[in-house]
């Protein structure tokens, strides 16, 4: 391929996702929905939407190994810290790119390494992933205390957009 030709794919490509993730942002909300296929709850004893309705939920998909999802744990981190004692909940979902991401030692050994407090699903078969319709590692889902998506985020960035949806919504919840 032609050095142009390669330019303008990547451009677009780069555009799409932009585009994608910009049309994510400003989506209509729709009920979140369940954990499901959860093998393993770290962090927590297992946790349901449902009896989480009431509080605003955060959910990040996420693994292990994606240099862009270690690069947001500071942020998710930060959030969990900064709202949990104002009714935020932050639920990561790890969802296995690669078969050595399944163990549940190497998950548990990679929160302890991240310092991850907050409750993990193990979702080794893709089962809350597929009920998200999920495709990107990091993806946040932001829950309303009524159990709707309000907004989603996908990749790396817009750190201050995901924050500001959160504190609208938990101010929404009281």
Not at 31 to 46: D, Q, R
Not at 70 to 87: A, C
Not at 101 to 118: D, S
Request: aromatic share 14%; glycine share 6%.
């Amino acid at each position: 391929m032609l050095p142009s030709l390669r330019k303008l794919a990547f451009t677009t490509l780069v555009a799409a996702a932009a585009a994608t993730n910009a049309h994510a942002a400003a989506a209509t909300t729709f009920k979140a929905p369940e954990f499901t296929g959860i093998e393993t709850w770290l962090n927590s004893a297992p946790l349901t939407l449902s009896a989480l309705r009431g509080k605003v939920v955060l959910v990040d998909f996420w693994t292990y190994t994606c240099i862009n999802c270690i690069r947001t744990l500071p942020y998710v981190k930060s959030w969990h810290e900064k709202y949990k004692d104002q009714g935020l909940v932050v639920v990561g979902v790890h969802t296995p790119e690669f078969s050595f991401e399944r163990p549940t030692a190497n998950v548990q050994a990679a929160i302890k390494r991240f310092g991850i407090t907050y409750p993990v699903a193990q979702d080794n078969g893709y089962q809350t992933w597929d009920a998200y319709r999920n495709m990107y590692w990091p993806a946040f889902y932001l829950i309303d205390k009524r159990g709707q998506v309000i907004y989603s985020h996908f990749g790396e960035g817009r750190y201050g957009d995901t924050e500001a949806q959160i504190q609208r919504a938990l101010a929404q919840a009281e």
